[in-house]
Each structure stands twice: as C-alpha cells, then as structure tokens.
C-alpha cells in the first residue's frame, strides 16, 4: 500500500512537471496571461500583437480646469504603445525564472490563475512637459494683492439744522 501511494505521488509530480516543461517549450503565451483586461493566453506572439492592436487605439487627452478644456493630440507628444515590449513580457512570464519557478507559473495559469501584465507606453517626456507647463501658464495666475479703499464724506450741518 505504501509503494502504491509513493509511487502515485511519482507519477503525479512526473505529470505535473512534463506538463510544466511542455507550456515553458511552447510557442505560445502562457494560458490566462492578461493585458490590462484582454486574455492574450495561448496565443503566439503575432496573434497576441493582432489583438492587443485591435483593442488599444490611442485617444487624445482631455485636461480639464474650471471651465476650460485642453485637447492635446497623442500624436503631438510621441506617444505610442510598445506591443512588442508588452508582449515580450507576456511571453516571459512563465519563461524568466528558474525551472521550477518556470513550471509552478506555468501550472498556476493551467489552473485559472491569472496573469495580469501592464501595457508599455512610451512618451516624449520633453514633450508632455512642454504641453503641461503651456496648460499651467494659463491656470496659474499671479495673486493681485488686496487693496481696500476708505471713502469719507464730511456731512456738514445746515442751517435748518439737517446733516447733508
């Protein structure tokens, strides 16, 4: 009985690890690995770049103060999606570590357990700045210093005894 139980547990780890070894050889993204909300698990890299281009289209930035609103163009600061960065990362996930850390991601995302990668944006920070310091030029404006102004008026007494 005891040899059935050793022998079982062998078997079991044998499986677990084969099939470990068989998503870490793979050409595709781990199963359940996410970006931002998107499931590009069990996809290849080129399927995963197709679908994760299909999903994020870069919109203008609004910025908005009071009553005034700032549109500033993506395109206007160099701002772009790195999917290929993104999607290295997501290939990696079950592929950086040491062989058993590799095996047990690996295992984990067989399971349901999910992977959540962040997409990679790149920006032309001199240009974001630009833009930012023209916004606060317009918002920030120099406190005017207080003034308050004493108005008398002399009433003199008339000779009807009235003030005017």
């Known amino acids: 009985m ?8 062998f078997l079991l780890i ?14 595709k993204i781990s199963k359940n690995v996410y970006v931002q909300n998107i499931n590009i698990g069990d996809l290849t890299k080129d399927e995963a770049k ?15 103060y ?5 549109d500033i163009d993506p395109k206007t ?19 950086k570590g ?21 997409l990679v944006m790149n920006c032309d920070e001199d240009k974001l700045k630009s833009e930012l ?11 005017i210093d207080a003034t308050m102004n004493k108005i008398s008026q002399i009433k003199e007494k008339t000779e009807a005894g009235n003030w005017s």
């Open 2 to 9: 005891k040899k059935k139980i050793i022998l079982s547990i």
């Open 50 to 64: 197709d679908k994760l281009s299909s999903e994020y289209k870069i919109q203008s930035f609004k910025f908005n």
């Open 133 to 143: 310091e023209k916004i606060s030029k317009e918002v920030n404006k120099d406190s």
């Open 98 to 118: 040491n062989i058993i850390q590799n095996i047990f991601k690996s295992l984990q995302n067989l399971a349901g357990i999910k992977t959540k990668v962040n």
């Open 14 to 27: 044998l499986i677990l690890t084969g099939l470990g070894v068989y998503c870490i050889n793979g050409d």
């Open 66 to 70: 009071k009553e005034k609103t700032w």
């Open 77 to 95: 600061l160099d701002i772009n999606y790195d999917l290929d960065k993104t999607i290295n990362k997501a290939y990696d996930v079950n592929r």
